[in-house]
């Protein structure tokens, strides 16, 4: 997973390099994706997990392609608990954009507030606050926030403890209605709840969850199977089941879309997504998906990410990744929320390998299978590559 395969642009991207970043932290490739599409989000994420940059390079990314106005009205309001934090995000910010055209302040208490008011009519894009300087500013005429289009919450749950509720609300009447609402939470109390309901149209729920554990409803099973006969294999399984709705993976988009036109072929409706399909056409295998018009989903690791998928009682990895961690994305698909799933992986023998350092990140072992009729007898690929895993670079901080 790079940061480029999420979508940034060049300008980001730099940045990003500039920093020293080589690869995603896994909230960033959940939100990421997600914000880019201009979807409200509740994210659980505590501070060391990259959250910062996983709502600041979207949200700068939206500003610099939507920018129309010669003039800078505040466009997006981060807010955050205390004056620390604060400086903290808008140090980001500025490490971010700076490859962009985009101006941001931040406001706070317990300091002069004039050179504050200054920078903010000289006009900024961004600005990142705590509830009750801001609230003192507008109040004095000296910034308005009628412009907003994106509204950061972080730290919300710490927000809350320390009494911003009212100030949060009436931050909120007097932003418009039509807006991007992000909301940062380390907790989910019932209040954070309540408080996001008041705020969120339909988000996008994420979670940065322990990357070592698989939600424990999931049924995992391996069945080991010659390379060959993996389609049939996977025909098999969706007709005799008479599964509904089945997620399926591939590694490449290539294997994706082979595999969908086989399934169609086969008399079981299926369409592709990955990175090569138009954000019209995946919206639309999504909606279909969705709503029950096509039983089979095929995604590579990549398109499937911040996905708005439900519940999902099957998926299938039609080929194991050969990064551990996206064997935990791909799976936690399935089984959340107290329902169960049944999660299947084909294995031929070339990805035998890939089976152990997966073992090896979850800690257990996987049954294995083999299906009667489809017993394996393929030997392993001369001169085959070495699988080894590529290294998570990513390092909490
Ligand atoms: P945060 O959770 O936003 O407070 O970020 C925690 C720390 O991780 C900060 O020092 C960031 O600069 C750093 N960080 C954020 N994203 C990445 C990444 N993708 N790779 C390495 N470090 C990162």
Redesign the pocket.
């Known amino acids: 997973m790079t940061?480029k395969s999420l979508g940034l642009i060049p300008e980001l991207l730099k940045a990003?390099e500039k920093?020293?970043?080589?690869?995603?932290?896994p909230?960033?490739e959940k939100t990421i994706p997600i914000i880019l599409e201009g979807k409200d989000v509740l994210a659980s994420?505590?501070?060391?997990?990259?959250?910062?940059?996983?709502f600041t390079l979207p949200l700068l990314q939206t500003l610099d392609r939507t920018r129309k106005q010669r003039h800078r009205p505040i466009r997006a309001l981060i807010l955050t608990p205390t004056r620390e934090l604060a400086a903290?995000?808008h140090k980001?910010v500025v490490e971010y954009s700076q490859f962009l055209d985009i101006r941001s302040a931040v406001i706070f208490g317990g300091v002069n507030a004039k050179p504050q008011i200054r920078t903010i009519r000289g006009g900024i894009d961004v600005l990142v606050a705590t509830p009750g300087r801001l609230l003192d500013l507008e109040n004095q005429g000296a910034l308005s926030l009628k412009r907003i289009e994106v509204l950061v919450l972080d730290e919300a749950d710490r927000m809350l403890d320390m009494g911003f509720l009212r100030d949060i609300k009436k931050v909120i009447s007097l932003m418009p209605t039509r807006r991007q609402n992000l909301l940062f939470s380390a907790t989910f109390s019932k209040e954070i709840k309540k408080l996001a309901q008041g705020i969120l149209y339909r988000p996008v729920l994420v979670e940065a969850e322990p990357e070592n554990t698989t939600a424990v409803k999931v049924n995992q099973k391996t069945y080991r199977v010659d390379k060959g006969n993996k389609v049939e294999v996977t025909i098999k399984l969706i007709a005799d089941g008479n599964w509904k709705q089945v997620l399926i993976f591939t590694r490449t988009k290539h294997r994706a879309n082979r595999l969908s036109d086989k399934l169609v072929k086969a008399g079981i409706s299926s369409a592709a997504i990955h990175g090569n399909k138009s954000q019209g056409a995946r919206t639309k295998a999504l909606a279909n998906f969705k709503s029950g018009k096509i039983r089979v989903l095929v995604a590579t690791d990549i398109a499937a990410r911040g996905l708005d998928i439900p519940l999902l009682p099957h998926v299938i990895n039609f080929e194991l990744p050969n990064i551990p961690e996206d064997y935990v994305h791909r799976i936690g698909r399935t089984g959340r929320a107290g329902a169960s799933g049944v999660a299947i992986s084909l294995v031929d023998v070339d990805e035998v390998d890939y089976v152990k350092g997966i073992e090896k990140l979850l800690g257990e072992k996987l049954s294995s299978e083999v299906i009667e009729g489809f017993e394996p007898t393929d030997k392993p690929t001369q001169n085959k590559q070495k699988k080894t895993y590529k290294k998570k670079?990513?390092?909490?901080?």
């Open positions: 940061f990003v920093q020293g970043y080589t690869t995603p932290s909230i960033q994420a505590q501070t060391g997990t990259g959250k910062t940059a996983g903290q995000v980001n670079r990513f390092v909490r901080r």
